[in-house]
Structures are given as structure tokens and as C-alpha cells.
């Protein structure tokens, strides 16, 4: 909260903007570093997993469970956030995990 009220006054912004803003960069820093560990343990794909929900977005619902090479992420673009607020992230993928 304290960041937050900071933020908006630096930016001279609403709280509501600014706490947005931080939420969003933190989600897409944590998906860049996840990259990153995925890359060093030798992970080949990962699965996108999104808070399904009421207020999951129509992008964010159809994102659910799909599949994407370690080699493929892109923050926004093939992995989360894929947009502000957005409560997506992503875990290693398995075939052998996959349900019948």
C-alpha cells in the first residue's frame, strides 16, 4: 500500500493506476524470470494455468490449459500477463500428466 500510494504520487496518478501498474510489471518480471528457470532445469513446454472465475476475461478463459514450448514464451504474448490485472501464470508441462 505504502509503494503504492508512493508510485501514484511520483507519477502524480490515481492509486488505482498506480497499484495496476505495479501488479502487472511484478506478474510479467516473475514470468520473465520463470523463463529463465524453466531454460536451466531443461524444461521443454509449459502449460497455462488462469484463475477461471467471473471475472476471468474471454482471452484469459481460452489461454486456460493450452501448451506452450519453453523456446516459444514471450510475456504478453504466449505467456502471462497478457494484460493488466491479468491473474495468469504458467507450471512445466508433462505429457504424462495429461488426463485420458
Known amino acids: 500500500k ?5 508510485m501514484a504520487k511520483r507519477l502524480n ?3 488505482s493506476a498506480a497499484g495496476r501498474l505495479i501488479i502487472t510489471e511484478s506478474a510479467a ?4 524470470s520463470q523463463i529463465e528457470t524453466y ?8 502449460e497455462i494455468v488462469e484463475t477461471i472465475d467471473a471475472r476471468t476475461c474471454e482471452e484469459c478463459s ?3 490449459g493450452q501448451v506452450v514450448k ?3 514464451m514471450e ?4 505467456i502471462p500477463p497478457f494484460h493488466p490485472w491479468c491473474r495468469g ?3 512445466p508441462h508433462n505429457k504424462e500428466w495429461e488426463e485420458e
Open 39 to 46: 531454460k536451466a532445469l531443461d524444461v521443454d513446454s509449459v
Open 62 to 64: 481460452e489461454m486456460d
Open 2 to 6: 505504502d509503494l503504492t500510494a508512493k
Open 29 to 32: 518480471f516473475s514470468s520473465m
Open 13 to 15: 496518478a490515481s492509486e
Open 89 to 91: 501464470t504458467t507450471c
Open 70 to 72: 519453453v523456446s516459444d
Open 75 to 78: 510475456v504478453g504474448v504466449t
